[in-house]
């Protein structure tokens, strides 16, 4: 084997060994701090509200899963009465989904493009179902930025460590 060869095999592990550790940095639970979008105009719009509540967890087996709620939703069923879709009107439904999301599924990191992939198994909105959510992502300390730009609007989530 000759220098260059030995040289060659020596970038290649050091590159083995940096994917994963990028991969592990987004490995645990997540809690929402804020989840930005920006308007047209150049404004900035609350989707989850000022004071957003959720999660994000990604584990070593490659899976996530993600929840976000706007707090203060309107609660028409009355206490201690469970629910059903079916039974449910327009309205009921309306007010249960306005503000909030849930899916999961399994991810993986492209590096190259700083793009965190979520493959959507299950979700709330079927239409996600079986879609990739691209995420630009970057690590500030002990919290977690991803950026999604849908119809032209980036949305900035940010996201903070929970402690183990």
Request: hydrophobic share 40%; aromatic share 8%; with cysteine.
């Amino acid at each position: 084997m000759n220098r260059r060869q030995i040289v060659g095999l020596a970038s290649l592990a050091a590159a083995a060994q940096a994917k994963p550790a990028v991969r592990a940095r987004f490995l645990g639970v997540w809690r929402l701090v804020s989840c930005e979008r920006k308007t047209r105009d150049g404004g900035i719009e609350y989707p989850y509200g000022e004071k957003p509540v959720g999660r994000i967890t990604y584990d070593k087996a490659g899976r996530m899963s993600a929840q976000l709620m706007r707090p203060g939703r309107r609660s028409t069923v009355p206490s201690g009465v469970s629910m059903i879709a079916a039974n449910a009107s327009a309205e009921e439904m309306r007010e249960a989904l306005s503000g909030f999301i849930a899916y999961f599924g399994k991810f993986d990191v492209d590096e190259a493009s700083k793009t965190v992939i979520h493959h959507v198994q299950a979700c709330l909105i079927p239409g996600w179902v079986g879609t990739d959510l691209k995420r630009a992502y970057r690590f500030e300390k002990n919290r977690l930025i991803l950026t999604s730009v849908a119809l032209g609007r980036p949305t900035e989530l940010v996201w903070e460590r929970e402690p183990d």
